[in-house]
C-alpha cells in the first residue's frame, strides 16, 4: 500500500524594520520621500501593518520625519509595497501613542513638540531610570564603569572645547545605556527605552543641551560614577541618579515654568 506524503508549509519569515535608528538623513517637509530600495518586504496579511508601523516609526524617532511632516498613505504604500489599509492602521496606532495627529483638510502629521507631554515622559523615565541604574549597579563590570568613565570624559572635552549639542546627545544616551545594561529586570529596561526614545525624539527635534546646564551634568555623573564605584545603598544610588534626569528637565522648561507646570521654586 503506497504511502501518501503531506507536504508540510514552511512559516514565511517576517522582517520588520529596527524601531530606533539614530542615525539618517532628515527628510523634507511634506511628502513621503520617493521610493527606497528594498523598503518592499514580503509579509503575511498578520504583519503587514507591523511592517509599516515600525517602518515609520523609526523614522519618526530618528528625526527623518519631523514635526510637521505630512504621512501621505498612498505614498507610503507605493514606498512599502503593502495596499493602504495596513498603513491607515498603523497610522492610527502611532496616533495612539502621541507621536502623531490628523488634522482636518491636512491628514496625518507627525506631531511637534508639548512641554506638557514632555515634562511627563521626562518624569515617567527619571522613576524608571533611576530604579534600573539601581538595580544595574551591582552586576556593573569594571569594563562597563571604564566604558561609562570614558564617555563622560568625551563630554567634558565637548563642553571644555567646541560644544556640538548633537553629539553630547549621543554620548550622554550612551552613558546611561551602559549604566542601566545590567538590569536584571527586561520588563523595567522596555518600559525605559519606550520612554527614552519618545524623549529622544522630542529633543532632536525641539530641544538642545545647552553648554552650562552640560558642566553641571557632567559633574553628576562623576559622582554617579563614584557611588556605584563605593558599593553605595541601591536606595540611594536610585535617588540620585532620579534627581540628576529631572535636573535635565528643569533645564529644558519654558522659562518660569516648575515640574508641576507653575512657577519655578
Not at 503506497?2 to 514565511?12: C, E, G, I, L, S
Not at 524601531?19 to 503587514?48: C, D, E, F, L, M
Not at 545605556?177 to 538590569?183: A, F, G, H, K, P
Amino acid at each position: 500500500m503506497a504511502r501518501t506524503v503531506v507536504a508540510r508549509r514552511v512559516p514565511t519569515l517576517r522582517v520588520i524594520t529596527p524601531r530606533s535608528p539614530y542615525h539618517g538623513a532628515r527628510a523634507p517637509r511634506g511628502h513621503a520621500p520617493a521610493t527606497t530600495a528594498g523598503a518592499s518586504v514580503s509579509t503575511t496579511n498578520g504583519s503587514k501593518s507591523e511592517m509599516v508601523y515600525d517602518y515609520l516609526r523609526s523614522r519618526i524617532l530618528d528625526g527623518r520625519y519631523s514635526p510637521g511632516f505630512r504621512l501621505v498613505l498612498t505614498a507610503i504604500a507605493a514606498e512599502t509595497g503593502v495596499s493602504v489599509v495596513p498603513v491607515r492602521e498603523a497610522v492610527r496606532r502611532l496616533e495612539s501613542e502621541g507621536l502623531v495627529a490628523y488634522t482636518h483638510n491636512v491628514g496625518a502629521q507627525v506631531l511637534g513638540i508639548n512641554f506638557t507631554e514632555y515634562q511627563d515622559t521626562m518624569t515617567t523615565l527619571a522613576l524608571l531610570e533611576g530604579l534600573a541604574t539601581a538595580l544595574s549597579a551591582p552586576h556593573l563590570s569594571s569594563d562597563q564603569l571604564a566604558q561609562a568613565s570614558d564617555l563622560n570624559a568625551q563630554m567634558f572635552q565637548l563642553v571644555a572645547n567646541d560644544f556640538v549639542s548633537a553629539e553630547y546627545r549621543r554620548l550622554n544616551s550612551r552613558f546611561h545605556t551602559v549604566l542601566t545594561s545590567s538590569c536584571p529586570n527586561e520588563r523595567l529596561l522596555a518600559l525605559m527605552n519606550t520612554e527614552a526614545e519618545r524623549v529622544a525624539m522630542i529633543r532632536r527635534s525641539a530641544l538642545d543641551f545647552s553648554p552650562t546646564a552640560s558642566v553641571a551634568s557632567v559633574r553628576q555623573h562623576d559622582h554617579l560614577l563614584e557611588l556605584i564605584r563605593s558599593g553605595a545603598a541601591a536606595r540611594e544610588i536610585e535617588h540620585y541618579a532620579r534627581a540628576h534626569k529631572l535636573a535635565s528637565l528643569k533645564s529644558h522648561l519654558p522659562q518660569g515654568a516648575g515640574l508641576t507646570g507653575g512657577p519655578l521654586a
